[in-house]
């Protein structure tokens, strides 16, 4: 059912944390499966020199949000806003259908944290945890705690 990269990425994820002072941090849920993303980012000079991840939910889940981490460590800001979920899925040898959900948050991810960097170096403020139906991460986290 699911890929050794998969798997791989599953027992062994990369890239688990936060980064303290992070430039960037985007948290995406998705409320029909309960999986939330949080992803944080230290930028230099338009290049992710590191990406860290925490996620709540499958081992699909984490293995995509372990390898769009991989993925963009080392790429500039809009090379990391080009990749998409269909690239986290291939670069894990694919997904099930009913799994390709965990490769779209993994895009959104990636996307908010880079969102709230660029809020944060235009100096705007707010926080960037939605979801991918545009209700706020707090409301899943609720969920979570009843």
Same mark, same amino acid.
């Given at each position: 059912?699911?890929? =050794? #990269?998969?798997?791989?990425?599953?027992? !062994? $994820?990369?890239?688990?944390?936060?980064? *303290?002072?992070?430039?960037?941090?985007?948290?995406?849920?998705? $409320? %029909?499966?309960?999986?939330?993303? #949080?992803?944080?980012?230290?930028? =230099? !000079?338009?290049?992710?020199?590191?990406?860290?991840?925490?996620?709540?939910?499958?081992?699909?889940?984490? +293995?995509?949000?372990?390898? +769009?981490?991989?993925?963009?460590?080392? #790429?500039?800001? =809009?090379?990391?806003?080009?990749?998409?979920? %269909?690239?986290?899925?291939?670069?894990?040898?694919?997904? $099930? $259908?009913?799994?390709?959900?965990?490769? !779209?948050?993994? *895009?959104? +991810?990636? %996307?908010?944290?880079? *969102?709230?960097?660029?809020?944060?170096? !235009?100096? *705007?403020?707010?926080?960037?945890?939605?979801?991918?139906?545009?209700?706020?991460?707090?409301?899943?986290?609720?969920?979570? %705690?009843?």
């Amino acid at each position: 059912m699911y890929s =050794e #990269k998969v798997m791989d990425h599953f027992m !062994n $994820p990369r890239n688990v944390g936060e980064i *303290e002072d992070a430039d960037g941090v985007g948290q995406v849920g998705n $409320p %029909k499966c309960g999986d939330i993303m #949080k992803m944080s980012l230290k930028i =230099e !000079n338009n290049i992710i020199v590191d990406a860290k991840f925490k996620t709540f939910g499958c081992g699909a889940a984490v +293995a995509t949000s372990s390898m +769009a981490t991989e993925l963009i460590k080392g #790429k500039t800001i =809009e090379e990391a806003l080009a990749i998409t979920n %269909k690239a986290v899925a291939d670069a894990l040898d694919g997904l $099930p $259908p009913v799994k390709m959900h965990c490769s !779209n948050l993994a *895009e959104e +991810a990636i %996307k908010a944290a880079l *969102e709230d960097y660029m809020r944060k170096k !235009n100096g *705007e403020t707010g926080d960037n945890k939605t979801t991918s139906c545009g209700r706020r991460c707090e409301d899943i986290e609720h969920l979570h %705690k009843d």
